[in-house]
């Protein structure tokens, strides 16, 4: 049978990544040897790593003035990185759930962080608005997309301090106006690449302005300065990372995936405020993210969870139970799921519907 992959993550990537991939770790650039087994700095994965990052560049519009680097870590060491390298006296959060909280908990150790809003007390179902950004902070830092609570700020905003944002769930969704952030992160298992390997598009200009040390791993300037060359990568990662980067190029870049992106996730929501078993979680439809659809059981029709769980199951959906926090289902649409696997779920859900009306 058919799987259909709603991970959040790890989760699905192109046939084509894998393929390109699997092929690569048995034998690596016609040199007879396995992409796990090579130098890092040979000149076919030299390549390799220069390719990644003018792709990288390149689909996003990247301006100049600003580097991509690719990092062990996961975006959870950025949590510190962020501040060790902005931050000397006070920073400003928007608390919009797990990965936010914990990014907040990080920069409390490098001084005053101001929580200028937070979505907590009702489970992070909606992004605050309206809120005040200090002026005095050294940066504004943002959570694009909630991964866990299916909340998604899809628009760039306008910051008068320098903007930092974890888009590690979001990134390559939809066209991002780069040059209204300083710094944007995200570990790639969402939508780029398997695990082990973090990007940042990091400004240049923000750089340099820390009072105390910073250890030299942790140092953004490391990483540009030698391309992300200063240690061994994440070798087989970033080679990933490359085929999805160039399965976006041939399937019509950013502006076609947001496209796709968005007609995937209107079909699922539409089933969901159509469907009288199913209710959305997330309050402000503006707030709906596009990768990360999170819906329950309607009221009246809480007893039926274990059993649409056990019938999708049935039918081939995988990834979709909720998380622990939030409770019912989470369909994870990246840019990797046909929009066929939404179809799937969709009619899932309408078959049974009219088994238990
Ligand atoms: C998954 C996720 C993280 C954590 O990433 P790691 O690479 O596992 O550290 C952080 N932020 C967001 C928004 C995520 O979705």
């Not at 990483?223 to 190029?249: C, E, G, R």
């Not at 622990?324 to 859900?349: D, Q």
């Amino acid at each position: 049978m058919k799987k259909h992959n709603f991970y959040a993550g790890p989760s699905i990537l192109p046939q084509y990544t894998i393929e390109n991939t699997a092929n690569a770790i048995k034998e690596f650039a016609d040199m007879g040897l396995s992409l796990m087994e090579i130098s890092h700095r040979s000149k076919q994965f030299v390549a390799v790593m220069e390719e990644a990052q003018q792709l990288f560049k390149e689909l996003l519009n990247i301006p100049e003035g600003y580097s991509v680097i690719f990092v062990g870590g996961g975006a959870s060491t950025q949590f510190a990185m962020v501040p060790f390298n902005l931050m000397n006296k006070k920073s400003a959060y928007l608390n919009t759930g797990a990965w936010s909280k914990k990014a907040i908990k990080e920069a409390k150790a490098f001084g005053e962080v101001d929580v200028v809003a937070s979505s907590e007390d009702t489970v992070f179902n909606y992004i605050p608005k309206n809120y005040v950004i200090p002026e005095d902070a050294d940066y504004f830092h943002i959570t694009t997309n909630n991964t866990i609570y299916g909340t998604e700020i899809k628009h760039d905003i306008d910051c008068p301090i320098p903007l930092v944002a974890d888009m590690s769930s979001d990134i390559f969704s939809r066209p991002v106006d780069i040059s209204k952030y300083a710094i944007i992160y995200g570990g790639a298992q969402k939508n780029l690449a398997p695990a082990g390997v973090t990007f940042a598009i990091v400004r240049h200009d923000v750089l340099g302005k820390v009072e105390h040390h910073i250890p030299t791993m942790l140092n953004y300037q490391t990483h540009i300065d030698k391309d992300s060359m200063f240690n061994t990568p994440p070798v087989v990662p970033v080679y990933a990372a490359l085929q999805t980067l160039k399965w976006l190029k041939a399937n019509g870049g950013i502006q076609k995936m947001h496209e796709v992106n968005l007609h995937k996730a209107a079909l699922l929501y539409d089933e969901i405020d159509r469907n009288p078993l199913f209710k959305g979680t997330v309050t402000d439809k503006e707030d709906r993210s596009i990768m990360n659809i999170c819906f329950v059981m309607n009221d009246g029709f809480e007893s039926k969870e274990k059993a649409f769980f056990d019938y999708a199951s049935e039918r081939g959906m995988i990834g979709i139970k909720g998380h622990r926090s939030v409770g019912g289902f989470r369909a994870s649409t990246y840019n990797a799921l046909p929009t066929e696997s939404v179809e799937a779920l969709v009619k899932t859900m309408q078959d049974f519907e009219s088994e238990n009306k």
